[in-house]
């Protein structure tokens, strides 16, 4: 009787955190009837994440615990910033800065769509740049479904007396290809991409083609830690 009263609890907490998300996403969109979506201009075909400097997307983040109970939100935004034309192994390569705004060190990082989805080709920090190699496939466009591929990271690690680049990789599968996913304005149909670093740790990004990065769900140990979810897009027409 015991553990069925645990289950039972478990599947109450979450029910109940999922039911709060739902509340603050009707709330925060009551004040504004607007709808991004339809505002979306015609972006080239082929572009998972539209690359356009000024093109800029905010989202709310739910913060849960160890045991998935809701604790608070914070919010954060990317932005596309400005155009760098680097040759990178004897040919140019025409990149945009895709820069976060919770970024503690004031990093940039370097983007661009190409045949194989969208991907970063490095970072700059202050007067450094920094290439990656090989360069970090974020997310594989055009993909079928449980397609998999390898996704070569490069963290930059900070401490108080030190800071360095760690890199390495881990198997990405895509898990759906039109998955709805909801935010603000309505439900967006989603490629789903997910990234494991264990059997119960990882993560699940949700991409929509031409409108760019809806989501995320980070996952420890089984538990969704830190739900990522679109508030605002804008857009520019190249």
């Known amino acids: 009787m015991r553990r069925r009263y645990a289950i039972k609890e ?10 709060i998300i739902i509340l603050f ?18 972006v080239q075909d082929g572009e998972i994440v539209p690359l ?19 604790t608070g939100i914070s919010y954060s935004s990317v932005k596309v910033t400005e155009i760098v034309e680097l040759f990178i192994n004897g040919e140019k390569n025409t990149l945009y800065t895709w820069k976060w705004s919770n ?8 983007c661009a769509n190409n045949e194989f989805g969208f991907n970063l080709y490095g970072s700059i920090r202050g007067n450094d740049t920094t290439i990656y190699d090989p360069l970090s496939l974020y997310a594989k466009y055009p993909i ?12 930059y690690v900070t401490t108080q007396d030190t800071a360095f680049y ?9 898990l759906a290809l039109n998955k709805p996913f909801l935010t ?47 508030s605002e897009v804008k857009i520019i027409d190249k």
């Open 184 to 230: 603000p304005f309505g439900e967006i149909d989603c490629i789903v991409y997910e990234f494991k670093d264990s059997s119960e740790t990882g993560a699940r990004t949700y991409y929509s083609p031409k409108l760019g990065f809806i989501g995320r769900e980070e996952i420890w140990h089984g538990v969704t830690r830190v739900k990522k979810v679109l």
């Open 103 to 110: 970024s503690i060190d004031s990093a940039k990082f370097l």
């Open 10 to 19: 478990k599947n109450m907490k979450n029910i109940k955190n999922f039911t």
């Open 52 to 70: 356009t400097v000024g093109n800029e997307w905010k989202y709310i983040d739910s913060i849960f615990n160890i045991d998935g109970v809701y």
């Open 144 to 155: 079928n479904q449980n397609e998999t591929w390898d996704w070569y990271y490069n963290m």
């Open 25 to 42: 996403i009707i709330i925060w969109s009551c004040g504004d009837d607007s709808n991004p979506i339809e505002d979306i201009p015609n």
């Open 166 to 174: 760690t890199s390495g990789s881990t198997e990405v599968k895509c």
